[in-house]
């Protein structure tokens, strides 16, 4: 049976090795939540380093009870670490993580960077645990984007069952998946209605408090957003080259936390009551659909937790076999720091990597 995280580091401390993670991109909203998950999730034994870009080298950031210290990602030698943790953005993946594993550290990498390549396994662990096994070609593994990440959760354990023909997805994505600088603009602009100062936005193509934007990420030709290419491609890579899904992707203001409304059509019948009883023995997914009782989950309650949450399960009547739910998920967990985490753990379960240095 595979050992969890605490018995490896505990067998790893017994035999005088000590696993260590660098987590790079430790000053931003992922970085900083990737170091909460770690402690959370058993890593506490671990010997962990916080890296980021020279200009943030010498401030501190917390890991559990211990305070570290933000080292240089120019001149860091990582020939030491087993694992990198890699959010820092696209242009800095590209151009650190081959470096980074060509010093024999499997780089788990949050950016858009490697997802597309084949050669690089795309993995969401309660998903395509299996493709994490091609990670050696580059010694690079990659974290979907958070609003795939969390849609196919909830639909793997439904593909199995009845397989899906077609997906349409409309998300409600919340700003802190655009960053810290989007989640001060949401604060301030929020700030500036209510003593009617003037609001120029920034980090938005539009004003985004008390208002909704369907524009994430640049236009592409077709007039698709990249967003909504981004879950096309990475669904299919992920659970089935055959599904078809069309995205319309929208930010509202809205801290932490992504919704979806999702429809589903199926080659076979299946039945809410079905879905429901699927959905509550599924890996990662919590189904809360009550709606006698207000029962269904919001952004709002899901902030913190590392679940998926599904609610409004209900058949399609337009549809043979169509069924329709909304899904909801802490973007800077599951659909970002977690998944990161659950990665690591994947590798280690799996005895596809060790401590390589002595404590």
Known sequence: MALDVAEFLSHADSAHEKLRIAVVGATGNVGREMLEVLDERGFGAADVVAIASRRSQGTETSFGD????????????????????????????????????????????????????????????????????????????ANPNCSTAQLVVALRPLHDR???????????????????????????????????????????????????????????????????????????????PKIKLTATCVRVPVFVGHSEAVNLEFEEPITADEARDILREAPGCLVVDNPAEDAYVTPYECAGEDATYISRIREDSTLENGLSLWVVSDNLRKGAATNAVQIAELLLNRGLIKAKKAA
């Open 66 to 141: 211990r305070t570290l210290k933000v080292q240089a990602l120019e001149t860091y030698d990582f020939s030491d670490v087993d694992i990198t943790l890699m959010s820092a953005g696209g242009s800095v993946s590209k151009d650190w993580s081959p470096k980074i594993a060509a010093q024999g550290s499997v780089v788990i990498d949050n950016s858009s960077a490697w997802r597309y390549d084949s050669a690089v396994p795309l993995i969401v662990p309660e998903v395509n645990a299996d493709a994490v096994e091609g990670f050696a070609k580059k010694n690079i593994i």
């Open 162 to 240: 009845a397989r899906i023909k077609r997906v349409v997805v409309s998300t409600y994505q919340s700003v802190s998946g655009a960053g810290k600088d989007a989640m001060d603009e949401l604060f301030n602009q929020t700030k500036a209605v209510y003593v009617a100062d003037p609001i120029e936005p920034q980090k938005f193509t539009k004003r985004i408090a008390f208002n909704v934007i369907p524009h994430i990420d640049v236009f592409m030709e077709d007039g698709s957003t990249k967003e909504e290419w981004k879950m096309v491609a990475e669904t299919k890579k992920i659970l089935d």
